[in-house]
């Protein structure tokens, strides 16, 4: 009796056991891509903060439309800009040169995101919802949502009850903070897509818009170049922002190095240089 009971016990033992994975055989690492044979092995991470000096070049995803910060001039395809003075400041830093990849404010995000480049930079505002997708540096400057408009009608425009009126033309251009903006706050003003950021104030100096409203640091930099504009109480924005460059996720290390050095960039007159050059 005791016998027949003992050897079926023992082939249910044998059959888990040989079922069970062998202890040698480490579990697949999260996120390894998996073999031929469906197996999964980790891939090797690299750091750019190694990979942008062995390869000498430093990508750099900039719209290319968002004066003083980035600029790229339609006739010779060269870039300009705070951002872009900065940029080249951070390759130089990492023994490489930089090359810029066009961008635009809709597609910024997914470029960085699918690598396309190594940073994104030119007048980026920190949000939320980027950084579900991107890390951040630190700040290069704090900045806010202010309305331009024709210097005429300054006193028309300074709140968002005045602006947010049937009759009032606003223009936005497309995908980014301040296209978000106007659409989360304004229920009655026509709002204007302007495809092109380069030429939208152009639409308020010749009337067929009246108020723009986008980061301070534009709106200053605006005025300056157009005297028939007026920047509303840049030093006293709608909102709150901060603008800083955007990097990959999951890349602590270099991260961590570009921290360093816009903090260092910030406080040793480097920043505040290239900003004096657009701004006086």
């Known amino acids: 009796m005791k016998r027949s009971v003992v050897l079926p016990a023992l082939a249910v033992l044998l059959a888990v056991t040989a079922a069970a994975p062998s202890a040698a055989t480490p579990a697949p690492a999260p996120g ?3 073999t031929a044979a469906g197996a999964h092995r980790p891939q090797p991470v690299g750091s750019l903060l190694d990979t942008v000096p062995r390869r000498g070049v430093l990508r750099v995803c900039t719209t290319g439309d968002y004066r003083p910060y980035t600029y790229r001039d339609p006739k010779t395809g060269a870039y300009s800009g705070v951002d872009i003075d900065m940029a ?3 390759a130089k ?3 490489a040169k930089v090359r810029y ?4 404010w809709a597609s910024l995000v997914g470029d960085l995101a699918a690598g396309r480049c190594d940073v994104a930079a030119g007048g980026v505002s920190i949000t939320l919802p980027r950084a579900r997708e991107v890390a951040f540096s630190e700040p290069t400057r704090e900045d806010g949502k202010t309305p331009i408009v024709r210097c005429a009608d300054k006193e028309k425009y300074g709140t968002l009850e005045q602006i947010d009126r049937p009759e009032t033309r606003v223009v936005v251009n497309p995908g980014g903070t301040n296209e ?3 659409r989360a706050r304004l229920k009655q003003a026509k709002i204007t897509v302007h495809p092109d950021n380069t030429t939208i104030f152009d639409e308020i100096i010749a009337g067929r818009a009246d108020v723009m409203m986008t980061d301070a640091g534009e709106t200053r930099y605006q005025a300056k170049i157009h005297p028939e504009l007026c920047a509303l109480h840049p030093d006293q924005p709608f909102t709150f922002s901060e603008k800083a460059y955007a990097l990959p996720r999951g ?4 991260t961590a190095y570009v921290n360093q050095w816009v903090h260092l960039a910030t406080h040793d007159g480097t920043y505040r240089k290239y900003e004096d050059a657009w701004m006086k």
């Open 101 to 104: 990849v066009a961008s635009t």
């Open 251 to 254: 890349d602590a290390e270099f």
């Open 32 to 34: 390894a891509a998996p």
């Open 88 to 90: 080249k400041d951070l």
């Open 93 to 95: 830093s990492l023994d």
């Open 180 to 182: 978000e903006f106007a």
